[in-house]
């Protein structure tokens, strides 16, 4: 179901990225690991997975739990799409390395990162 694993691991590389880009929260990251677990059978969800439900530390540690980094597949312009979805929640974004003009359009011509997103965190509203 989710591919989180270290050899197909590009559901777990987009979430992170969306960690990473700001579009998520770590409480929204959390949220999303619960969805993992309740959808996925114990024997198929990976350790780390149950390591990274109550992560608080520093982003820069989340590699060390997980184990490697996941692979995520993401365009330059997909990564922007994710920092308009940011933009589009009204997030106060630290240190943005573009503008909300442009992560805006790199959104509007990437809909399938908003769509891919709201499969993945239905619970989350996005604003316009």
């Not at 309740?38 to 439900?53: A, K, V």
């Not at 597949?73 to 003009?101: H, Q, V």
């Not at 709201?118 to 316009?128: L, N, V």
Request: with cysteine; net charge negative; aromatic share 14%.
């Amino acid at each position: 179901m989710w591919k989180i694993y270290r050899e197909n691991s590009h559901d777990l590389g987009f979430v992170l990225a969306n960690l990473f880009s700001q579009s998520i929260d770590i409480i929204e990251f959390n949220l999303w690991i619960d969805r993992v677990i309740l959808q996925m059978s114990t024997d198929e969800t990976p350790h780390y997975i149950f390591d990274l439900i109550d992560f608080n530390q520093g982003l820069c540690h989340i590699y060390e739990i997980i184990g490697f980094v996941p692979n995520n597949d993401l365009s330059e312009a997909e990564r922007n799409a994710l920092t308009g979805i940011a933009f589009a929640r009204n997030i106060n974004l630290y240190e943005p390395d573009m503008t909300k003009a442009e992560a805006l359009k790199a959104l509007e011509e990437n809909p399938h990162i908003l769509d891919r997103y709201k499969s993945f965190f239905p619970f989350i509203e996005i604003y316009s």
